[in-house]
């Protein structure tokens, strides 16, 4: 642990002994989430694809309210730009829900959940996701895994996870760009911090996130 900042786990672990139960809550709420039906799975998926430099809040009210008056299953792409207000790309971003509706939805009705629990690992599918479905990268893909249950060991690389990964001396710099290659390495950094510190990867992530944020959301 020598390399690491000492501090820094010191406090990282004084936090989450304070917060453990209510991340150990959400956490629950993941693994039950394909409990959920494919709309509720597909809302997650649209959440994610919002998330980009915009405010997990802002998505958050943005996607409910879409669900609320069935824009987000069944309005045209111009309907769901104009419910993206407080979402940034919001342009962009419409197009992208529209066209992942598109992709999962067969017969006339939105089917995610089938193409989601098939015989991929959490890491293949991440890979089949950035690939196939547009606004989604790998900090995104990872994401929406863990949100669903499918992919709790994964990284969720934003700039906060990055920024705080630097303070612990886990990476050098953030990085200008983040390659596949590049994410894959810092993921593999964070998980053997994680491991080395003993807080869980999937806890580790929504612990730095509470501490930028304030809260333990999603």
């Known amino acids: ?47 994610c694809i ?3 430099q915009s405010r997990a809040r802002a998505c958050d009210r943005a996607i409910n309210g879409m669900k609320g008056i069935g824009t987000l299953y069944g309005g045209t792409e111009d309907d769901i730009r104009s419910e993206l207000g407080g979402v940034r790309f ?38 089949w996701l950035a690939k196939n479905v547009k606004g989604l990268g790998y900090k995104e893909s990872s994401h929406f895994l863990r949100n669903v249950g499918l992919g709790l060991d994964l990284a969720i690389l934003d700039r906060h996870i990055l920024k705080n990964l630097e303070l612990a001396g886990v990476i050098e710099t953030m990085p200008a760009y983040m390659s596949r290659k590049k994410y894959l390495e810092i993921e593999r950094k964070m998980r053997a911090y994680a491991e080395e510190i003993g807080i869980p990867m999937g806890h580790l992530d929504l612990l730095l996130w509470s501490q930028e944020t304030g809260e333990v959301f999603r």
């Open 1 to 47: 642990m020598s390399s690491y900042n000492l501090e820094r786990v010191k406090e990282l672990k004084r936090s989450y002994s304070s917060r453990k139960v209510i991340i150990e809550d959400r956490i629950d709420d993941f693994k039950r989430f394909l409990e959920r039906d494919d709309e509720d799975v597909f809302a997650e998926l649209c959440f």
């Open 50 to 52: 919002c998330t980009p």
């Open 90 to 127: 919001g342009g962009n971003k419409a197009r992208y829900i529209f066209t992942a509706r598109e992709q999962f939805s067969s017969g006339g009705r939105i089917r995610i959940k089938k193409k989601l629990t098939g015989h991929l690992d959490a890491e293949g599918l991440r890979d």
